[in-house]
């Protein structure tokens, strides 16, 4: 009788430690109250994704939700007034990403459609600067620092100017180079090496196909006479 009723009491706690959604509710709804409101649409959201029937999570959620794109809006607007593209830019793709992710669990949230234009502006702006960065580390040869310019341009459109060209030759350039310098050092192997990984993009680019095979020749035959020497 008295193993029951221990069954008994400690049954409602054992409910409300399976189910964490509950839990997040809670825990969202005492950080709103604090007006932390950030923080408690992460609670909010967790909730809803473990049990998205939780109407006090998503009511939780549309408000505090709203909010925090609000806030992503407010960014945007600042930054881009201050001429801070990046931070601009960023802004507007977090509040595009926040709004699909919430209305992906079933929470709407209202779209401020007034920030588009200047959006449009932004991105122009700041894909020219960063085209433009991408080509001056080019002839600098900063390879590295060039592919990631134009790495960030083909993300926001892939087909702006010749920019996958660029891209390419930042990415590949080095080791051709390499390879080239790896040859004329009569080091076949790590020469090939090279070629291979440009072909794993590539061969295509200047004469890879050509050299690579110059390398896998040489190599053969170097090895063959080190075989035969013995």
């Given at each position: 009788?008295?193993?029951?009723?221990?069954?008994?009491?400690?049954?409602?706690?054992?409910?409300?430690?399976?189910?964490?959604?509950?839990?997040?509710?809670?825990?969202?709804?005492?950080?709103?109250?604090?007006?932390?409101?950030?923080?408690?649409?992460?609670?909010?959201?967790?909730?809803?994704?473990?049990?998205?029937?939780?109407?006090?999570?998503?009511?939780?959620?549309k408000n505090t939700g709203q909010k925090v794109l609000n806030d992503y809006?407010?960014?945007?607007?600042?930054?881009?007034?201050?001429?801070?593209?990046?931070?601009?830019?960023?802004?507007?793709?977090?509040?595009?990403?926040?709004?699909?992710?919430?209305?992906?669990?079933?929470?709407?949230?209202?779209?401020?459609?007034?920030?588009?234009?200047?959006?449009?502006?932004?991105?122009?702006?700041?894909?020219?600067?960063?085209?433009?960065?991408?080509?001056?580390?080019?002839?600098?040869?900063?390879?590295?620092?060039?592919?990631k310019c134009f790495k960030e341009v083909l993300n926001f459109d892939p087909s702006y100017k010749d920019v996958k060209s660029l891209?390419?030759?930042?990415?590949?350039?080095?080791?051709?180079?390499?390879?080239?310098?790896?040859?004329?050092?009569?080091?076949?192997?790590?020469?090939?090496?090279?070629?291979?990984?440009?072909?794993?993009?590539?061969?295509?680019?200047?004469?890879?196909?050509?050299?690579?095979?110059?390398?896998?020749?040489?190599?053969?035959?170097?090895?063959?006479?080190?075989?035969?020497?013995?």
């Open positions: 009788m008295k193993q029951k009723y221990l069954l008994f009491l400690f049954a409602p706690l054992l409910l409300f430690a399976c189910n964490p959604s509950r839990s997040l509710t809670k825990k969202g709804q005492k950080l709103e109250s604090a007006g932390m409101y950030r923080e408690a649409a992460n609670y909010y959201f967790d909730a809803v994704r473990y049990n998205n029937r939780n109407i006090e999570a998503q009511i939780g959620l809006f407010e960014e945007f607007f600042r930054s881009y007034n201050t001429d801070k593209l990046k931070e601009a830019v960023y802004a507007y793709r977090s509040a595009e990403k926040y709004f699909k992710d919430l209305g992906l669990l079933g929470v709407y949230l209202k779209w401020d459609d007034n920030y588009i234009t200047d959006y449009k502006t932004a991105v122009g702006k700041y894909l020219e600067q960063k085209y433009n960065e991408g080509l001056e580390f080019l002839k600098k040869d900063n390879f590295e620092e060039a592919e891209k390419e030759t930042a990415t590949l350039e080095p080791l051709y180079r390499s390879g080239v310098d790896l040859l004329n050092q009569k080091k076949y192997v790590k020469a090939y090496d090279q070629f291979t990984k440009i072909c794993s993009y590539t061969c295509k680019y200047k004469n890879t196909e050509q050299l690579q095979a110059e390398a896998l020749e040489k190599g053969t035959i170097t090895i063959g006479f080190f075989i035969d020497d013995k």
